[in-house]
DNA sequence: CTGGGTGCAAAGTATTTGCATGAAC
DNA sequence: GTTCATGCAAATACTTTGCACCCAG
């Protein structure tokens, strides 16, 4: 990823510098809670609120220019919208990866259990990462 | 389920009032949030406060008499703790449905993706129940 | 230039805590 | 009787809103 501005315009979003500097951590980190984006956008803006990180942060998600991940027995993270995936999640290190995978039987099954017309499927693992174990 | 003083000392809580009207509730409506949660027990207990339904939430779930369920774009809702199982939520009407599906084969190729050592998967289905589509 | 964004302060909502009283076991 | 739960009030945490000023397009 590089041309963050371009991406904002496209979800027709003005791309001002704070902005871009959140686009930017969520790239370089993957995920990122509320807390700590705002102590990375401190760094580069002195005077950055709170305020203004959830305001860009809602209009975001309206804009489905970001996604939303909630975690078990932890606060949600953002990730900037890709192709649909799933996620894995250390619980000792709360490192966050992401998986694709074939979801398509699944969802059928559950079509079929519930009658329902899905959407969408959120699955999210926990355990231990390569590292922690 | 019957006898939710005997499953609450199962668990090593005190089988209170207040307590037993939870576990009736949230067995009796499957999956409520805290919001819901007040609004039944006031009914029952006309003083009944905010935090003693924090408090015994909190309690429940670090007993593991209960579970957190988190929505996509709505707030947790709680269960009484079964079989694991994954959920189907109707986003019109926001009815949820427990369902069982074998999660093997996915668990163990989220496995070899990540590298790793998975311990749960939490899947909940998005859509229209038959009611709503 | 103009619409919309930013930062500050304040308000609003959600959740937790401390404490005196009361109930479960 | 002892331990722990309840309800109230207050404190803390989290999120949103209003407004004056400023910047992206």
Request: charged share 20%; proline share 2%; net charge neutral.
């Amino acid at each position: 990823m590089e041309n963050y501005t371009v991406l904002l315009h496209e979800h027709h979003l003005k791309a001002t510098p704070q902005r871009l500097e959140i686009a930017y951590a969520l790239d370089i980190y993957g995920h990122i809670n509320i807390e700590k984006l705002y102590t990375i956008l401190l760094q580069k803006f002195k005077t950055i609120s709170l305020a203004t990180i959830y305001k860009n942060i809602n209009l975001m998600l309206d804009a489905s220019f970001i996604q939303e991940v909630k975690i078990p027995d932890a606060k949600s993270v953002y990730e900037l919208t890709k192709e649909t995936h799933s996620h894995a999640i250390c619980t000792q290190c709360s490192h966050i990866e992401d998986l694709s995978l074939n979801l398509n039987n699944i969802k059928e099954n559950a079509s079929s259990a519930t009658q329902f017309q899905i959407k969408k499927a959120d699955l999210i693992f926990s355990g231990l990462c390569k590292n922690c174990q």
